[in-house]
């Protein structure tokens, strides 16, 4: 559907129950049909700028859901962004997103922040990280970062040991570079199974939705072109993200911010068409995969389907069929895995009260289905699900793409 201005709201009320801040606090200027009229009123100059209206704004977890599920199409995305950018621009950042912003805005910076943070995980003491929290999270569960960055831990083309299958470029993200190699190289374990060539170009950075979510459009600018030319020179048949966060800006949001860059809009549009999330990449091949007769162990797991794998690929009720064909998986649906977990990139950290009622209810939910495993390809969804954790829970929370590849066959 071609996406309309916000002129366009009906006011039909849809959007709310499919709002996950909405359906916590149940006030009406939180809603996202609220907001919209809001951003209206302070477009048409009937409404000042004010510390509570940037509130309200920034009262979202930019989750999609809202858009997925308006009856008249309307671009809530766009609106926000823009507004968010607006409000920034007035009322500014706390100092601890402005860091965040900083860092992610340059690769470079991302590397020795990442480095300061690995040292400062081994340096600060046991007591100190379980008595204080980020956000919603507790210091101590949070993920040990990875001993070396990911995309220098593999090489940058990696050749199949076997007849060609393809080439695929692989957009790994900064969770994966940073935090969560395991994804990373499942991914590259999969893809090596089924004979493909690996493309994992050392030039990508952050696919900028932080940037664009905290209204930092024009920083956000740089890193997109960058990325643009970092996969535009190569030949493959798809660009894999193991993200689905990732994957709306590549395939959504670069043509749509480039639509007036003559010169970087027909490139976006070439990537968006080749993007594909791993989710919908391993249903693809599901065929030509070969699991280990050996790998008899049933698992108990459950499923979070994240709000952008839901919302950008609907790939999350192929992952649930793809669940119920594996015969080493008892899969236990939980009635809430397509809720939102409160994540939301910095939401946990800048609304942990909120936030914590969606985390709570979703463990609550997950426990009574008696899982072992948790799988969620979105790797804030991971850090805030398994952060909120505890030992006795005994679950994992594990991306899907590491459970598939730990049962294939050894090539
Ligand atoms: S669903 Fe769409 S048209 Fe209906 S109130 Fe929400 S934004 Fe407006
Ligand atoms: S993007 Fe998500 S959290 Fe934000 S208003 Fe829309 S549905 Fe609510």
């Not at 209810?361 to 948790?374: D, P």
Request: hydrophobic share 35%; charged share 20%; aromatic share 10%.
């Amino acid at each position: 559907m071609t996406q309309k201005p916000l002129q366009n709201c009906g006011k039909c009320g849809f959007c709310l129950n499919a709002c996950p801040v909405y359906k916590i606090l149940k006030e009406e200027p939180v809603s996202p049909r609220a907001k919209l009229q809001l951003i209206k009123a302070y477009g048409n100059h009937k409404l000042a700028s004010s510390h509570l209206l940037k509130d309200i704004i920034s009262k979202c977890l930019m989750c999609g859901s809202c858009t997925a599920n308006c009856p008249s199409g309307i671009d809530h995305y766009s609106a926000f962004m823009e507004m968010r950018k607006k409000m920034v621009k007035a009322h500014g950042e706390t100092p601890a997103i402005k860091a965040v912003i900083y860092l992610l805005a340059r690769e470079y910076r991302l590397k020795f922040g990442a480095g300061l943070a690995k040292a400062g995980q081994k340096l600060v003491p046991k007591s100190f990280s379980k008595t204080y929290k980020l956000g919603n999270i507790p210091l101590k569960n949070f993920p040990e970062l990875n001993l070396i960055p990911f995309r220098e831990a593999v090489d940058t083309v990696i050749f199949p040991q076997k007849k060609q299958a393809g080439t695929i470029v692989y957009f790994t993200g900064c969770a994966t570079n940073y935090l969560y190699d395991d994804t990373g190289f499942s991914v590259i374990g999969i893809l090596k199974h089924l004979g493909y060539k690996i493309i994992i170009p050392g030039d990508q950075g952050c696919c900028s939705i932080p940037l664009l979510f905290h209204g930092e459009k024009d920083l956000a600018f740089k890193n997109i072109i960058s990325n643009i030319n970092a996969l535009k020179t190569h030949d493959a048949d798809t660009i894999l993200v193991d993200c689905s966060t990732c994957g709306e800006a590549l395939k959504n949001e670069y043509p749509r911010l480039m639509e007036k860059n003559d010169r970087n809009h027909p490139a976006a549009c070439a990537i968006s068409s080749k993007v594909m999330d791993i989710i919908t990449f391993i249903d693809q091949h599901f065929d030509h995969l070969e699991f280990d007769p050996g790998f008899k162990k049933k698992l108990s797991v459950t499923y979070h389907a994240p709000c952008h794998t839901r919302n950008t690929f609907q790939s999350h009720i192929i992952f649930e069929n793809l669940l119920q064909k594996l015969e080493f998986v008892n899969y236990k649906r939980t009635s809430d895995a397509e809720e939102c977990c409160g994540g939301g990139g910095t939401f946990f950290y800048e609304y942990p009260w909120i936030s914590k009622k969606m985390t709570d209810k979703k463990i609550k939910n997950a426990k009574a289905v008696q899982a072992s495993l948790w799988l969620t390809d979105c790797p804030v969804c991971r850090m805030n699900l398994a952060g909120n954790l505890n030992a006795k829970d005994n679950l994992k929370v594990m991306h899907p793409a590491t459970l598939v590849h730990t049962a294939l066959k050894t090539i």
